[in-house]
């Protein structure tokens, strides 16, 4: 069974959903837009052994709004906090996509509040990450959410204006619907609009319009790598099927900490099955990992 409860960080309120057993502490970040939900294929799974937690990023879900104060780095002060304040010992993070960033920053911080971190699919690549937050193509998808991310409107007619949204698709000449595109069915597009429908427009302020250094400030990934001491695992969203940790960026990781562990998810891209509910092979590489501790 699963019990949301929220903690002030002395900024803002977060919420955080927990499990029951009263194994060692595992809490997991999600990616930007996002919700702590999108961890439920596997909570029931994980909150077998550990004390699972998950939280929602300020600004998202029904954590607190800070106008303004949206960069990577005030994400990781929360989970800091979160640390601090609600745990009693040192904990495993698991932070899928930008959250992967986030866990890796804090573990670099904060090095006595992290047993071992778990980074999922993280767009890591600095320079092909800047490239593509500032693209016009990023802009104008994620200008697109920040309208409809500020609206009153219901789950329905959201998931509509989501599936309308045109975009350019490799292959194609012509922008098409984002629900005609390959790989995206209704329920994908209507989890997204769950998603914008508990989320601050602020939040995304800074990817409509192609911020990226300012988002990514104080972010340096040889740094943040370099004091890492706990250990790590990698998982590898597949390129080809959209993952976003390029084969070269895995390379720079494991030159920096060759003792972290990396798994390929072939079956899936940046969503690692969780997107899908195919999770067992990203069950597999967790579990595995974290028994091993």
């Known amino acids: 069974m699963l019990k949301e409860s929220s903690f002030n960080t002395g900024t803002t309120e977060i919420n955080f959903a ?8 595992l809490v997991l970040l999600h990616g930007l837009p ?13 909150s077998l052994l550990w004390h699972t937690y998950a939280l929602d990023f300020r600004g998202q879900g029904k954590s ?8 990577s780095k005030y994400y990781g002060v929360d989970v800091e906090q979160f640390l601090r304040q609600q ?24 090095p006595e509040l992290v047993r ?27 200008s697109a959410l920040r309208e409809l991310a500020g609206l009153d409107l219901s789950i329905a007619e959201l998931s ?50 192609g911020l990226a250094s300012e988002f990514l ?5 040889d740094q943040i790598l370099a004091r890492i001491t706990c250990p790590v695992l990698f998982l590898q969203g597949n390129p080809s099927l959209g993952g976003m940790m390029t084969n070269e960026v895995v390379k720079h990781v494991q030159s920096i900490l060759p003792n972290a562990m990396h798994v390929l998810i072939e079956t899936s891209g940046h969503g690692l099955g969780l997107d899908t509910w195919e999770v067992s092979p990203l069950i597999r590489a967790v579990t595995s990992f974290l028994e091993s501790l």
């Not at 607190?64 to 960069?71: K, N, T």
């Open 18 to 25: 927990e499990s029951q057993h009263p194994g060692p502490p």
């Open 34 to 46: 996002g919700h702590w939900q999108e961890f439920l294929p596997i909570m029931p799974t994980l």
């Open 64 to 71: 607190g709004r800070v106008p303004g104060q949206y960069l």
């Open 87 to 110: 745990l009693t010992e040192p904990a495993i993070l698991f932070g899928l996509s930008a959250g992967g960033a986030v866990a890796l920053a804090v573990a670099a911080k904060c």
């Open 116 to 142: 071992a971190i778990v980074v999922g699919d993280p767009p890591i690549d600095m320079d092909e990450l800047v490239a593509w937050m500032t693209s016009e193509g990023f802009k104008y998808w994620f």
């Open 160 to 209: 509509r204006r989501i599936a309308d949204i045109p975009v350019q698709v490799p292959g194609q000449d012509t922008r098409i619907r984002y629900g005609d595109s390959p790989g995206v069915d209704a329920i994908q597009i209507q989890q997204l609009a769950i998603t914008l429908s508990h989320m601050d427009p602020g939040v995304l302020e800074y990817h409509a319009e």
């Open 217 to 221: 400030e104080g972010f340096d990934l």
